[in-house]
């Protein structure tokens, strides 16, 4: 019954709502992270929920948060406490005839699990590669390294992508069958993160253009 | 010292990360949940997080979720545990000259509280009306309205506009001063929510076209 393939849902990742909408296949998880530009970032202390937007970078099957390490949310983070990271990609509204079935195609992602420091040098190195690859393929190599003061002025951490669960909406609305006969328009309206024309830095050195990485940025089909 | 076109920051809700980012102006806040179409909804159990992606509507200092009576995220915030409700808009990705530099622009609103079941009918149907509004306005007069078996089936939340704060980045990279001379493009790459040209449903009747509301479908300038 153990499918590689497959992550086993949990108490707490397995999809209850919907269930038809859940999906633990590695693959798909992979492509809904990789294609996600941010996460929202979930922690408790005393009951106290925080829920904080940052970016993440992946390698294989470790997903990467960093900042300062006097940030609130990465010193919560490193003593151990449970965290729930989820991405979402808003893919569509979905128009019913009644308003009662609106809805929305989404994808996103729930990982459950606790996150570590990243001590390792080359591994904090390859994290930060990771991270910036994900955000913008290609950028690492033309961009200045990291110094050694802000490798150490960055705190890295880890987490496990062992305990996660997709779920995900598609297609057209689902209207109660009565009201296929109402005279409403009814459908989806597709919606897409999409990067305008890039706006150079005032400061920029005479003569150098975007980059093709930059002048056909897309979040779609990325990798 | 109170200024009502201001929230007074708390203990939880005030920025303490780059301060000069945070905001407290209700005119600020209440922009960036009406372009915004989904929050990331925080709570706890026993320490344990969830982060779950939700619609949203708001009218004046209440902002309003719904769903299932049967969804765990609904069913757990009726107890009045706290909820941290998070809303970002991504504007765009900020490329420095130098990987630590880099950063992404953004919008964000994060909000403390508990929420409340809303059981006055009238309010309900407001809260419902506002609720499809925000996604897509113009459309709740023309669509069938909630039989009062669907407004019993929906359990709808308010949460007070209280204790809340905006984040925000604009503008271009900040890099180290030596780094100016790098041969390296710098810039922002500007990221949007798009709408694409809509689908109409396969059971559409005959002759019925997408109305103006759906044609221009934007969230840039909403209200």
């Known amino acids: 019954m153990n499918n590689p393939e497959n992550l086993t849902p949990t108490q ?13 296949e590695r693959q798909v998880i992979y492509q809904i992270l990789d294609e996600g530009l941010i996460c929202h970032l979930g922690f408790a202390i005393d009951n106290q929920p ?17 900042g300062s390490p006097a940030s609130r ?9 449970e965290v729930c990271l989820t ?12 308003a009662f079935h609106h809805s929305m195609n989404y994808r996103s992602i729930v990982i459950f ?33 990291p110094s050694r003061q802000e490798l150490q002025g960055t705190l890295v951490l880890s987490l496990p992508l ?15 069958e009565i009201d296929y006969d109402l005279p409403v328009w009814a459908g989806v309206v597709p919606l897409q993160l999409v990067a305008g024309e890039a706006i150079a830095d005032s400061r920029l050195q005479p003569g150098i253009t975007p980059p093709t990485y930059i002048q056909n940025y897309t979040r779609v089909h990325v990798k």
Chains 1, 2 share one sequence.
Do not use: C
Not at 12 to 24: E, H
Not at 113 to 138: I, M, N, Q, W, Y
Not at 162 to 176: C, V, W, Y
């Open 12 to 24: 707490r990742s397995q999809i209850k709502r919907v269930p038809q909408r859940g999906n633990y």
């Open 50 to 66: 925080f829920v904080i937007p940052t970016a993440y970078g992946r390698v294989e099957d470790q997903l990467y948060i960093h």
């Open 73 to 81: 949310m990465l010193r919560s983070l490193i003593t151990g406490i």
């Open 87 to 98: 991405v979402t990609l808003l893919d569509g509204l979905v128009m019913a005839r009644s």
């Open 113 to 145: 699990g606790t996150a570590s420091v990243v001590k390792d040098a080359e591994e904090k190195l390859e994290a930060l590669r990771a991270f910036t690859e994900h955000v913008v393929p290609g950028r690492w190599a033309e961009v200045r390294q």
């Open 162 to 176: 062992a305990e996660a669960s997709a779920k995900i909406r598609t297609g057209a609305p689902l209207d109660d």
